[in-house]
């Protein structure tokens, strides 16, 4: 089996969880000796030609708007592929036309839900958004499997785009555990001392929907109920981060944010959390699991997470954290009762790993990535 990987971003690119799920697919399928080939659109200078260089030993296409499609259509021709994998509904828009012409099946892996991310400022009333609106729905009847990344995204995918529920499967974004078996030196970070409570947040501190503003008004009811807490915030821009210790005032001073870590990095950091938090809002581009969950997991560390979508399953059911409500006042609770009590700080720690290994484990998803991959060959293309 080879599996042409589509994707609208560029790989390597940031470290962030859109495009460090498919590396760690890639990789893991590497590792089974499945042959794997990458194509990325790159959207600027829409003429020009294509570049063929590679990632880590995977062959990996470049490709201009003007030369997509043949480019595509080239590179499925010259490595025998057998099924396209697109990754987000910008991969899957993108590899469609071509998918059509080879009759080749795609597996469309949903990352987030369309509309929360197109023209977010309008609404899902321009023109762009309508455009890849219809370019989506057609992927939707088109793809010979789908793959969400939560539960709720599959409801949504069934009952309002239209997608035959056994066409669609849940597979939350794995992560390597071996790199958190392996032992490291936690990372000293700056006006943090061994005295201190570390409260940890890893990811974006800007995009809405992740509640960082509602952990901000969290802080000063932490830190005058445990006066040793410290908040580190793991992740950029860094301007926010100013922003943020004005709005704390006085208190200002014990924000600490550490923005361009590497994946490395952020391992080495988290081993430092005394608690590791998810104040994420109650809303529809939620839905999806994100691998920042992942990582707090196979950190080992306890967690403390707002109680909505398949947090109530991963975290809830198995004891892997300590869930609230989205309001500051309530997220304060949380963490405080973490921080002050040992004997939950340690039951939560201990049912991460197995929860990490159980969902997220690359080597087990990589099996139901597999799985989706024949289903999708025995349907074939639509």
């Not at 071509?98 to 197109?118: I, N």
């Not at 800007?206 to 009811?221: E, F, M, S, Y």
């Amino acid at each position: 089996m080879r599996i042409l990987m589509v994707t609208s971003f560029p790989i390597p690119g940031e470290y962030d969880g859109t495009a460090m799920l498919p590396i760690k697919i890639i990789r893991a399928l590497r590792k089974r000796n499945f042959e794997v080939v990458l194509a990325h659109l790159r959207a600027r200078p829409p003429l020009g030609r294509g570049e063929i260089g590679e990632f880590e030993g995977t062959p990996s296409y470049t490709l201009p708007p003007i030369r997509w499609i043949d480019g595509l259509m080239k590179a499925a021709r010259r490595h025998a592929i057998d099924l396209v994998h697109a990754q987000h509904y910008g991969g899957a828009t993108r590899a469609l036309l071509a998918c059509r012409l080879m009759r080749l099946p795609m597996v469309y892996e949903v990352h987030s839900l369309l509309g929360d991310e197109v023209e977010r400022d309008r609404l899902g009333r321009g023109f762009k958004f309508q455009v890849t609106k219809r370019f989506e729905a057609s992927v939707c009847r088109h793809a010979a499997a789908v793959i969400a990344l939560g539960e709720p995204v599959r409801d949504v995918l069934v009952r309002e785009k239209g997608v035959p529920e056994e066409r669609v499967s849940v597979i939350y974004p794995g992560i390597d555990l071996d790199e958190y078996s392996r032992p490291s030196v936690s990372e000293g970070i700056e006006s943090i001392g061994p005295e201190h409570k570390v409260v940890m947040y890893v990811g974006s501190i800007v995009h809405p929907n992740q509640g960082v503003p509602i952990l901000i008004d969290a802080l000063p009811t932490i830190f005058e109920r445990v006066p040793e807490a410290r908040c580190v915030l793991v992740g950029g821009p860094a301007d926010a981060g100013v922003a943020y210790r004005e709005r704390l005032g006085r208190y200002g001073d014990r924000l600490v944010v550490l923005a361009g870590q590497t994946p490395e990095q952020v391992v080495a950091l988290t081993r430092r959390a005394d608690v590791l938090v998810h104040p994420r809002l109650e809303c529809r581009e939620n839905y999806s699991v994100q691998s920042k969950i992942a990582v707090y997991l196979a950190a080992g560390r306890p967690i403390v997470a707002t109680d909505f979508g398949d947090y109530t399953r991963i975290l809830g059911a198995t004891g892997a954290g300590r869930l609230t409500a989205a309001n500051p006042a309530a997220i304060a609770d949380g963490i405080v009762e973490v921080l002050t009590n040992q004997e939950l700080a340690s039951s939560l720690s201990a049912a991460s790993r197995p929860v990490a290994e159980e969902f997220f484990g690359m080597d087990r998803n990589i099996d139901r990535y597999l799985d989706v991959y024949r289903r999708a060959l025995e349907v074939g293309p639509r």
